[in-house]
Each structure stands twice: as structure tokens, then as C-alpha cells.
């Protein structure tokens, strides 16, 4: 699934800057959790992109990375 960082965050899955456009896999128990978390409430952090919504970002040029990983590795589990 495609966000757009509305607000900058410290995750569980890591760090989202304002204005990136990533692609989170919500598979991921830990990235489902932060994506139900930051895209709830009267102020989101994070907003869902459908595929319109996709190609207006990437000719805008913001930031879009879509080979980020941002799910959470096993090197975690301490």
C-alpha cells in the first residue's frame, strides 16, 4: 500500500519524513499497526494513496521510495 507522510514520526517501523511516499507492505504485523494508528483521528500522519493519487506525487516529485523496508526485521526481537 502506497502513504503519503502528512507529519514526520519515530516508528516501530522506522522514521517517516514529511512529504515521503512509501510503500508499506501490510502484511507486516508491525507496519499494520502503525498504519492503523497514523491513519486515524482529525490530523492523520499518514494519508492512503490510491494509484491517481500515485502518479499526481511521483509528477510532483516528491519523494516517493518504493524499495524502502520498512517492516520489521528480525534483528529486532531483543
Do not use: H
Not at 31 to 50: E, M, W
Request: hydrophobic share 35%.
Amino acid at each position: 500500500m502506497w502513504v503519503k507522510v502528512l507529519q514526520t514520526r519515530k516508528t516501530e517501523i522506522g522514521f517517516l519524513r514529511y512529504g515521503q511516499v512509501i510503500n508499506l507492505d501490510e502484511k507486516d504485523y508491525k507496519t499494520r499497526k502503525v498504519l492503523d494508528d497514523l491513519t486515524r483521528g482529525r490530523t492523520p500522519a499518514l494519508k492512503k494513496l490510491n494509484a491517481k493519487q500515485l502518479v499526481e506525487a511521483r509528477k510532483e516529485g516528491l519523494g516517493v521510495y518504493p524499495e524502502l523496508d520498512l517492516t520489521g526485521s528480525s534483528d529486532d526481537a531483543d
